[in-house]
Every structure is written in C-alpha cells, then in structure tokens.
C-alpha cells in the first residue's frame, strides 16, 4: 500500500462526559486539517460518566495514525480505538427518509421500502416516513432510488460502530 | 473540612498548597474577589505586570527558568485575550502555566455581559487543557488537576476559567492534590521507556560509525538531571551532540562534543552532520520544519530514533525507525545504563573518521565575521564580545526578542547549563523577551538577567519597563539596533529582489530617554571601541539598564538554509547567492 494512498477509517473515542469534550475533538479535527466524514457521540455509561464518540475519517497512513495520538493526547480521553485496522466491526447507522408520493409511484417507494426493509414509521395521503438501518451505503442506495419518487427529507445518524468479538475498547 | 471558606479563598489556599510563590497577573471587575483574597495573606507575591500578554511571557520565564510551574492571574475579556498570545506560545514551547482568568458571574455567561468573553472556546485550541469553574466546590479540585497537567508529560499552559460567583461563594469542599491526579484516570502520561525499545536503541548506537544525537527542549523540560545525563552519555560514548534553539544547555556548549545549533540558522557543521549521519539520536526534539529544512531531503540515510514524551510528535512530519514513548530523563538514565552493562564501544576507526570529517567542516568557521578595529559595530560582534565579558560569571540567564538578534545570541552565547536561555522558539513571538526577563529576574534576584532585544521587538512590551522599575528588578535589556526588522530585511533582499516594504523602524524613540522616563538607567554606544565599556556599564549599573548598541544596519544572519532548501544547501556569507532560485514551494514557506 502506497504511503500517501488515502484510507477511510472508524475511530471509536471513549470520553469523560465533560463540557467543552466534543467541542475539543472536533476543534482538534478543523484546526489540523483532518477530515471529518461522520461523527457521532451520547452517553454510553452514565455511572462512569463516559461518552463515546465514532468518527469516521480519512487521509493517509501517517495522517491517521497521527489523528489517533492527538485525540489520545487530550486529557478527558480515556481511549482511541481504529476499529478498521483492529479487526472486524459492526457499523450501523439509521435514516428517517420522507417521501411525498402519489399513485404509481407511492406504490414504488413502498415496494422498494420493502426490499430494504425499511419501515413506515409515519404515513399520511401523499407521504411517507421510513426508517432505515444498515452500513452507509445500504443507506445511500435506498435515498438514491427515493430520490426520484419524491424524497423530501432525510435525516441520518452518522456511523456507530464496534468491534467484533468479546474486547471491549479498553479503559 | 476547617469550615468555609470563599472560592477565592480557596483557590489561594490551592495554590499555596502547590507551593506556588509568584503570581504574574492584572486586576479588572471579574477577579476582585481573588485581588481581594490575595490583599489578606503573605505567601504569595503579586508581580504587577502592564499588559496580560506580558504577565503570562513573565511566567514562562519564571518556569522555564525555575522548572516550575508558571502562575497568571488576569481579568474576563480583554485580559483574558491579551493573554492569549502568550499562551499560545508557551503550548508551542512546551511550558508549563497556570492562568487564571476571571469570568462574568455564571448566571451571566452566554449574555453577551459587560467584559464576557468565551474564554474557553477562545484558549481550547492554544492551551493544553482548560477548564471553566462552576461551582465554588469545584475550585480546589480543578486547581490542583491544572497543575498536574500543566508540568506532567509534555508541559504546558492550561487555564482555568473563574467566574465571579464561584469566588465569592462560600464552600466546605477541600480536595488534595494527589487525590485529585489519582482521579484523573483518562490522563496518564508515560514517562517510563519500554526496556525492549531502550536496548534496540543501544544497538543500533553501537554499530553506528557516523552517530549524531539531537537534543531539543525536552531535555530541559525533564529536568537538569536529564542534561546531566545527556553530557554524561555523549562523553562516555563519543557521540557528537547539536541542540535546537529550545534545547540550548541541555547539553554543555562548551564541550568539544558539541557542534552548534542545528537548523535554519544552525552551525555548518551541525547541519552536514545531520544530512550525513547513519545513527540519529533525537531526545526531545519534534523535527520541526526550522530544524529539518526540505523533508525529503532530511537525512536521508540515516536510522532514526525518536525518544518524545508525546506520542503525536512521532512520526508527525519524520518518519523514524525506533520510536521511544518516554521522558527524556528515565530515557537517558536506562540509556547509559544498558550502554555501561554492555560495554557497548563505539568502531573507532569509524568514529575517528566521522570526528575528521566533523572537524573539517568546523574548520569552514561558519560563524566568523569580520570586525573592522574603527567605527561601526557589528551585531555579531556586539553579542559575542557580551557573552566573552560574562562567560567566567556563575549565574547568567539570557532572554531575546525575536529576529536576527535572537538567532546570534543562539549561535554566539555559549550555554553549558540548562534553564538559563528563554527564547520564543516556536511561536516566535516579538515581545517575549522582556517579560520573560522580568519573570527570570523575579525568580533569580542574585542573577544577571539580559534581554537580547531588537529595537522593534522591543517596542512590542515596552511598557514592562515600569514593572520593572517597580519591583527594582535590575534586568538589562541589551539592544542589537539595526534600525531595521532585519530578519524581515534578510528575507526582502535574498527572496523578494531587495524590496524592503515596510520593514524599516521608522521614528525610532530615543532609548537613552527612553530609560530615563521609566527611571531606568540608558546607554548609547555606536563604535566598537565604546562597546566593552558600555557592555560594562550595562552589566555594572544596578537596576533596569536599556543599552542602545546600535550596530551595522543591513548585516545578514548567517548560515541560513532559505525555506524549503536542504541542510547542505546552506547561505554561508553574503556572496553566496541563494543557491537555487528558492522553489515555488519554499517561497510559500514561512
Ligand atoms: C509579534 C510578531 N510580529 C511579527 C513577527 C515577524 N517578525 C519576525 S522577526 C521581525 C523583525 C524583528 O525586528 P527586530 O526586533 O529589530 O530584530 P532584528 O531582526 O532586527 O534583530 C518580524 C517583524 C514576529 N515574529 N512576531
Ligand atoms: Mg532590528
């Protein structure tokens, strides 16, 4: 693999839920100039006062190895884990997608809703609300095939994601 | 708990209990209460700054002078920005501060109040860590973490945000210090070296036959043990040593192993030594693009390996063979011991070789200038002929301003002890010096404290006269007047066609008045048979002394490796035309 060849990569972040802690990731990303593709972060342990934040980046190698010891380097982080490089992940992220439909092509988006089983989490004359999980890009087709039948909004989550197998991200 | 006391109370008694002495701070409305607290005790001092960027500079020279951490008291908004230059520059040099700033009482916050500034969004990305105090029962808690993160793993400044209420009301809450970084669980600097990694290093050392060790500031940061060490290692192994311009003293200047500073404005010798070695040795040191010059052609055929506290400063813009996570001391002492347990010797003939070849690049005396007997001085002359009348004094700290001056005190002053240079390095900020002086000088009454100051840079904190004045703080402030920003003039005429747009110092102030009006003592001095006499005086006279050491007006600062050029493409004197014309890509380079 060539050194300046750009990778995509998830990095899962275990933080003190603290005020100012994202505004400190993500200030960390502008300010050096790497890039930010999705980011996602809540409470995941509320006794231990923990959040946990994924983020999906790219860029080179070094950059990425790089991110990962600036981010390790800010005191409230507990942990940075590549879960790409660590092994296999599960990644999921959700969609709420409203179509407005009439007729045929009403009839359409349901059919396609059904082959990615989404569901109708909302319905009314002329439109739908589907909500959808899987990887990103499952995500991306089902908006694409919307898109000329209608869409008219579309919300997402961005990427979580975790590691294959019993390992937690370490403390 | 002994009963109640005031958040203001409180974060005084914190930093007692820190064995803070000094305070460098600026009243204003959001830290009367603290002003208040500190009037009715005796243990701290309050060091009257006259501008909040000088107070936080004062306390970078007190801790990099001292090893200590640095303690910054100023108000909410404009004292809070203020300080923000000088924060930045004690993230970029690794510093350890404190600074605490008031802030407009919490039910205020986000009010757009009289004085409110987001101080901590503004001081996120130049401080180390911050913190915003919101309740009186969390004072003593943040205080003391700010103190463990402002001096463990790679020091540096960190600010806590004080609003008014949380100094005035009335808590029970006392934490201890060590219970406190015991809590801290997601902080945990690695000082320890892996023992696998430390012998690897050992190895690769042993069978080097052109060996160079790059010592930067971390080596002072760790302690005067770790410089100890360092001179220790390099002695018994043989090993030729350069320092950067934040790592001078680390390792003893004087010392035949020392070949001068490395970099931009480094020794002829320290540079070739550099592009040519086939071991590197870098304790402390971040590969920063004033040291490394064009990256490709950095030390090409080199091993390399990297010994930093901070694991983002490997591999960061150098790719190195053998990273080492560890303090530069603990580094150093694990060193030398596996080196001595093995009896590790370096290949003589090879060494004896790289020796020959290292001193006949000294021998291109890459610093030498000529000094007419009559007439004008010459800035490098100056310097020099300062550092021979003071080089036998026992305690000697040499602060500077930034330009060219800055750079001939690096190459000129010869420093065998660490902590007795304070530069701006990697900010480069004009204005550090007096401060920084001013900050030395209140830890140091006994020492010599010097400012190595250009005439514009000086203007930049001027006003610290009067702090100076105040507190009979005798610094000198020892000014290479070329009438010009020369570093500025240098890059005009060697890279933009002798354009020299606005970079002359047009209606200069009188200094000799200058001084005067603060009641400082001035001098002036404009030929070289004045100069050791004013230099006497400047040294003699008790109190602030401003020398006017006015000097040749358009002298260059060389060697000089142009942005963007290798180590062995270096500017050695004026007749040397910038090799190459500079690159596209060196002249977009600062
Ligand atoms: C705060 C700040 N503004 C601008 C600069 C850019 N700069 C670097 S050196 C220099 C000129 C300094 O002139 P002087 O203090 O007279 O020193 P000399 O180079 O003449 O020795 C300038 C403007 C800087 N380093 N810091
Ligand atoms: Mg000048």
Redesign the pocket.
């Known amino acids: 693999m060539s050194a300046d060849q750009i990778e995509s990569r998830v990095i899962a972040v275990l933080v003190d839920n603290e005020p100012g802690v994202l505004a400190r990731v993500i200030g960390l990303f502008t300010g050096r100039g790497y890039n930010i593709d999705s980011l996602t972060v809540t409470e995941v342990d509320a006794g231990q006062n923990l959040s946990r934040i994924t983020i999906v980046t790219s860029g080179t190698p070094q950059v990425l190895e790089q991110i990962k010891a600036q981010l390790f380097r800010l005191v409230p982080i507990h942990a940075v884990g590549d879960l790409t490089t660590g092994g296999d992940l599960v990644e999921r992220e959700l969609a709420l997608v409203k179509v407005v439909a009439k007729g045929e092509q009403r009839v359409e988006a349901l059919r396609i809703a059904d082959i990615f089983k989404a569901r109708v989490v909302d319905a009314g004359h002329n439109h739908f609300v589907f909500e959808l999980t899987g990887k990103p890009k499952k995500l991306n087709s089902f908006i694409e095939l919307m898109q000329p039948l209608g869409l008219k909004d579309v919300s997402r989550t961005g990427v979580v994601a975790i590691a294959r197998g019993p390992e937690a991200l370490g403390l | 708990m002994s009963g109640e006391m005031t958040g203001a109370e409180t974060l005084i008694k914190a930093l007692i209990d820190q064995g803070v002495d000094t305070v460098f701070g600026y009243p204003g409305g959001a830290v009367l209460p603290i002003y208040d607290a500190l009037f009715q005790q005796n243990s701290l001092r309050h060091i009257l700054v006259r501008h909040e960027q000088a107070a936080v500079h004062a306390a970078e020279g007190y801790a990099r002078s001292t090893g200590k951490v640095g303690v910054v008291l100023v108000t909410s908004g404009p004292g809070a920005t203020n300080a923000v230059t000088g924060l930045t520059d004690a993230l970029m040099d690794s510093i350890p501060l404190v600074c605490l700033t008031g802030q407009v009482p919490t039910h205020l916050i986000g009010n757009d109040a009289f004085q409110e500034a987001d101080t901590t969004g503004i001081t996120r990305p130049c401080t180390k860590h911050n913190y915003l105090v919101t309740s009186a029962d969390d004072m003593s808690r943040v205080v003391h973490e700010a103190f463990y993160v402002a001096r463990s793993g790679r020091p540096g400044p960190v600010v806590i945000d004080v609003p008014k209420d949380t100094q005035q009301n009335k808590t029970s809450v006392y934490a201890k210090a060590k219970e406190v970084e015991a809590r801290r669980i997601s902080y945990r600097p690695q000082v320890k070296p892996e023992h696998a990694k430390i012998e690897q290093a050992v190895e690769l050392l042993s069978k080097a036959k052109r060996p160079i060790i790059y010592a930067g500031g971390g080596v002072i940061n760790s302690g005067p043990v770790a410089a100890q060490l360092l001179t220790q290692f390099a002695r018994m192994s043989g090993i030729p040593v350069t320092n950067t311009l934040m790592g001078l003293g680390a390792f003893p200047a004087t010392d035949n192993h020392f070949v001068g500073m490395l970099g931009m404005h480094g020794t002829y010798e320290a540079n070739l030594a550099m592009y040519n070695c086939d071991v590197m040795l870098n304790i402390g040191a971040r590969f920063d693009d004033r040291i490394t010059g064009r990256l490709d052609e950095f030390s090409p055929n080199s091993t390399k390996i990297h010994i930093d506290i901070d694991a983002s400063s490997i591999n960061k813009t150098v790719m190195v063979d053998l990273p080492i996570i560890a303090d530069a001391g603990h580094a150093l002492e694990d060193l030398t011991r596996i080196w001595t347990a093995r009896h590790t010797e370096l290949d003589k003939a090879g060494m004896e070789k790289w020796w020959g070849q290292i001193n006949e690049w000294r021998g291109k005396d890459c610093l030498k200038f000529e000094q007419p007997s009559k007439g004008e001085i010459k800035p490098q002359h100056a310097i020099k002929t300062f550092y021979e009348m003071v080089a036998s004094r026992d305690k000697v700290i040499v602060s500077t301003?930034?330009?060219?001056?800055?750079m001939w005190a690096a190459q000129y002053i010869k420093f065998d002890k660490p902590n007795h240079w304070l530069t701006s390095g990697g900010l480069?900020?004009?204005?550090y010096g007096l401060p920084a002086a001013i900050g030395a000088q209140v830890a140091h009454p006994d020492a010599l404290v010097v400012d190595v100051?250009?005439?514009?840079?000086?203007l930049?904190n001027i006003q610290e006269m009067a702090t100076a004045a105040q507190y009979k703080l005798p610094v000198k402030i020892f000014i290479?007047n070329?009438q010009?920003?020369?570093?500025?003039r240098q890059w005009q005429e060697l890279l933009h066609g002798s354009r020299y747009s606005e970079s002359y110092?047009e209606s200069l102030p009188d200094f000799v008045k200058l001084a005067e009006a603060f009641g400082a003592t001035g001098i002036r001095v404009t030929d070289v048979s004045e100069l050791e006499e004013g230099l006497t005086k400047m040294i003699e006279t008790p109190g602030p002394v401003i020398f006017d050491c006015c000097v040749t007006k358009d002298e260059n600062c060389f060697p000089m490796i142009p942005s963007g050029a290798a180590h062995y493409d270096m500017i050695l004197t004026k007749e040397d035309k910038v090799a190459n014309p500079v690159s596209q890509e060196g002249m977009v380079l600062v």
């Open positions: 301003e930034v330009g060219q001056h800055q480069g900020t004009m204005g100051a250009g005439e514009a840079s000086i930049m290479i070329n010009w920003m020369g570093m500025v110092s």
